[in-house]
């Protein structure tokens, strides 16, 4: 049988899946006066308005976005609700409060998870979600032994779970599969169905969404774009792997590059031979690590960075991918499911996440101005989002709770170094972490040029 051409970009398959985004909403018809403009209509932008509206209905809050609500990668990621930390917890605990602050923001984001499910659950978004937990696996020698090093640095009241190699094989047949971390705190969802409800439930909430409106400057006060200026008591730009597109910001995030693909669904005899019955979603040790998750119509959906960074920090933004890239990411599937090997890739896709210098995500707000910001998840936004949303909302009502006082409010983080050094940095880097991978796969002992990357990067 012929298998159907690979479709390449195109934004993402979860798109694709429900026909496209839909009819364009409305640009701005015109200059407004409001009480708070957000910048974006991703995860960050929709949960910041969901929750002032929550908190003040009789708000007036206009959200601005240069494509459509979803465009970037709320409507293209690997479909974690993780709890994981957007970042380091060394960086993140470097404030007043210590590893204890940390230690708190983790007990908020594993509250946040439950809270993006009942919040669903209450609007009506049908988003595929399944809390089936997380599995971090372990593929090689190497790989299980930084699993158990990170395990016996646990607490002992942590709700994870060890699983050796048949336990794992029990939940879920991975080839080499010696070994696992399940963390309950994670739930399976479809991006596009979530970012698609959000937009619709804020505007039933009475926010206004403007699609097709770029904001060419971004100022205390104001939003200029080319159809009419929002003038706003308040001002949130909440636009995280394009913040480098915005005037003043180059070098505050990279965008960094996260490539998936998409297989066919697969049939019964190939989930027969695998298992993974229960919605785990699935990453691996590698330095270059993989994310996977078993679609809620029977395909593997799987990820890594591809190319990770774009001289100057340009973005494609049409999310075509590498041929490369295609058949890296196409082999890791073959490798770690060879059952796959007779099932098509259907779609493959790309899209950016913020990086800021020190890895770590950071919500923002100055009273005196009225302005904020939130990002810089490194990977993990579709539960820090939320949680950063819910914050930047308190921050902007004056509110005073447990989340205005988490490590990552109004942090200070050093720019990205300038061009050639930023490009040649981050593509040595993963250049490294490629090679880490490929020792490791020989002689099974964590490699030092792992080590040395990690250190000339200053990544923790």
């Excluded at 190497?142 to 002992?156: E, F, K, M, T």
């Excluded at 909430?205 to 929002?230: D, K, L, N, W």
């Excluded at 490798?335 to 890895?359: C, I, K, M, N, Q």
């Amino acid at each position: 049988m012929k298998r159907p051409a690979l479709r390449n970009g195109g934004v993402s398959h979860w798109w694709h899946q429900l026909g496209g985004p839909g009819p364009r909403r409305p640009s701005l018809p015109g200059d407004r006066d409001v009480d708070v403009c957000i910048v974006g209509a991703g995860y960050t932008g929709l949960w910041t308005a969901f929750y002032l509206k929550q908190l003040r209905p009789s708000l007036t809050v206009v959200v601005l976005e240069r494509e459509f609500a979803g465009y970037g990668a709320s409507g293209r990621n690997g479909g974690w609700l993780t709890a994981a930390l957007p970042g380091s917890a060394a960086v993140l605990g470097r404030g007043p409060g210590g590893p204890s602050a940390v230690t708190c923001l983790a007990a908020h984001l594993r509250q946040q998870v439950d809270e993006v499910i009942a919040v669903c659950r209450a609007h009506g978004v049908d988003a595929d979600i399944v809390k089936g937990g997380e599995l971090r696996v372990a593929t090689g020698p190497a790989q299980l032994q930084r699993l158990r090093s990170d395990w016996s640095g646990r607490a002992p009241d942590d709700a994870d779970q060890w699983l050796d190699a048949d336990e794992l094989a029990a939940r879920v047949r991975i080839a080499g599969g010696s070994g696992a971390i399940w963390s309950p705190h994670c739930a399976r969802l479809h991006p596009a169905k979530l970012v698609r409800g959000l937009a619709a439930l804020v505007q039933r909430q009475g926010v206004s969404v403007f699609e097709t409106t770029p904001a060419t400057s971004i100022a205390p006060g104001s939003v200029v774009t080319p159809y009419g200026t929002v003038r706003a008591g308040t001002v949130l730009r909440c636009t995280e792997g394009f913040t480098a597109e915005v005037p003043g910001q180059r070098r505050a995030w990279v965008p960094m590059n996260s490539s998936m693909i998409v297989t066919a669904p697969l049939p019964d005899r190939a989930w027969r031979e695998i298992g993974w019955d229960g919605a785990e979603v699935i990453g691996d040790e590698a330095h270059v690590y993989m994310y996977a998750q078993r679609t809620a119509d029977g395909r593997i959906a799987i990820g890594g960075r591809g190319v990770p960074y774009r001289f100057g920090s340009r973005i494609r933004g049409d999310g075509a991918t590498a041929a490369r890239t295609v058949d890296e990411l196409t082999a890791t599937l073959h490798r770690l499911w060879p059952t796959t090997r007779d099932v098509a890739v259907e779609h493959a896709w790309s899209g950016v996440l913020g990086v800021p210098r020190d890895w770590s995500a950071t919500v923002s707000f100055d009273p005196r101005t009225r302005t904020g910001f939130a990002g810089g998840y490194v990977g993990h936004g579709v539960v820090s989002s939320a949680l950063a949303g819910r914050t930047l909302a308190d921050l902007a009502t004056g509110r005073d709770t447990e989340r205005t006082a988490l490590p990552w409010v109004d942090r200070r983080v050093r720019q990205w170094e300038p061009e050639p050094l930023r490009w040649l940095g981050i593509r040595g880097l993963y250049a490294a972490y490629r090679l880490a991978d490929r020792i490791e796969a020989r002689n099974g002992r964590t490699s030092v040029v792992a080590r040395a990357a990690d250190v000339i990067s200053r990544k923790p």
